[in-house]
């Protein structure tokens, strides 16, 4: 059996420790992580190679074009939506020329190798931008081609880079006289707000409910940045794996989209907030709402139609609110915090 390399990058990230250490389960690839910072200790052993630099380095990304051939690459590293509002320019650069360096990369090694190279990017709810709250509540579902007209720079960002992923895909050098077709099989998932009982996120909008999990977990007090009635769709991380990696397996001649919506659940902040309570009694959550903030999440849907995903590669989550916390979150983060829990 031939060897797959596999490129992950923001590997330090929520998405990046659980896909590597998925990844790493299944044997048969090498896996080159790299992250801005030294790659984390639980990670290291699982990985043929620790990269630790920025994606903004074409130098270093070069470097490590000539040094592998890689089959895929997880382009996982960004700035979330709420660390881009503080730093647009900076956001713009990282996720966007980030994105660009990376999509290069994969031309390159397609070249070299004289074949067609995955790219499975995660993109995120965040590309949405609903006006109003009527608007989003009568909108329910949305399907992938409707109110993208996001109001973060991370999410301009992520539906930037979709439309780029889609133009390295096929039409790149489309001028040229004979165009390099088919290069890169670039493909990719709009996540809700995802929920690991092992991690916690940094510098989302979406992270209030994971930060109100572990701090009821660890028995401290909560000041939630949205409303009660604050509705997003969310997803526990298992699934999230599971998304990337099935969308990266899926046959090529069953894909009718390169960005494909996926659903699980769609608590709002109160729900959350009743489901933690059950579990940890003095869970005290004060909801506080950061009008700023809140405003973010408002105009993102309450839910998505994942019906294409489906449909073209058996997207099916495993976890539903219920079964989230009571099999998932809560034993899980029980284990992580023991001594409060
Ligand atoms: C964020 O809140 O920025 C992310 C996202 C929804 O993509 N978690």
């Avoid at 989302?204 to 009660?228: I, K, Q, W």
């Avoid at 769609?266 to 729900?271: C, D, G, R, T």
């Avoid at 506080?288 to 073209?312: E, G």
Wanted: proline content about 6%; charged content about 25%.
């Amino acid at each position: 059996m031939s060897i797959k390399t596999i490129l992950v990058t923001g590997a330090n990230g929520e998405i990046g420790h659980g896909l590597i250490e998925h990844l790493s389960e299944y044997g048969g690839m090498h896996i080159i992580a790299m992250d801005l910072a030294p790659i984390d200790e639980s990670v290291k052993a699982r990985c043929h190679r620790l990269v630790t630099g920025d994606i903004l380095d074409t130098h270093l990304l070069e470097t490590l074009s000539t040094e592998h051939n890689f089959d895929t690459i997880y382009h996982l590293a960004a700035l979330l939506s709420t660390r881009a509002e503080r730093q647009p320019t900076l956001a713009h650069r990282v996720n966007v020329d980030g994105t660009l360096n990376l999509l290069e990369i994969a031309i390159t090694q397609s070249r070299l190798q004289g074949r067609e190279i995955k790219f499975i990017y995660p993109s995120s709810i965040a590309v949405y931008g609903l006006p109003d709250l009527e608007t989003k509540r009568k909108a329910g579902k949305v399907k992938e081609d409707q109110w993208l007209v996001p109001r973060t720079m991370y999410g301009i960002n992520k539906l930037y880079n979709e439309q780029l992923g889609r133009y390295y895909a096929n039409y790149y050098r489309q001028l040229d006289a004979e165009p390099p077709k088919g290069q890169i099989d670039f493909r990719s998932v709009r996540f809700p707000g995802l929920i690991s009982a092992v991690t916690l996120p940094t510098g989302g909008t979406s992270d209030f409910a994971p930060e109100m999990l572990h701090m009821a977990a660890r028995n401290r007090h909560y000041e939630c940045f949205v409303r009660e009635d604050a509705r997003i769709p969310f997803m526990a991380m298992p699934d999230a794996i599971t998304a990337l990696l099935r969308l990266q397996a899926a046959p090529h001649e069953k894909l009718t989209q390169t960005v494909y919506n996926v659903g699980a659940f769609n608590p709002s902040a109160l729900e959350v907030f009743q489901i933690l309570q059950k579990a940890f009694p003095n869970t005290s959550v004060k909801f506080a709402s950061d009008y700023r903030r809140q405003a973010i999440i408002d105009s993102w849907p309450a839910d998505v139609d994942d019906t294409a995903a489906r449909r073209d590669w058996d997207w099916k989550p495993e976890y539903s609110l219920d079964r989230a916390f009571s099999e998932y979150l809560i034993p899980a983060i029980r284990r992580r915090y023991p001594s409060k829990a």
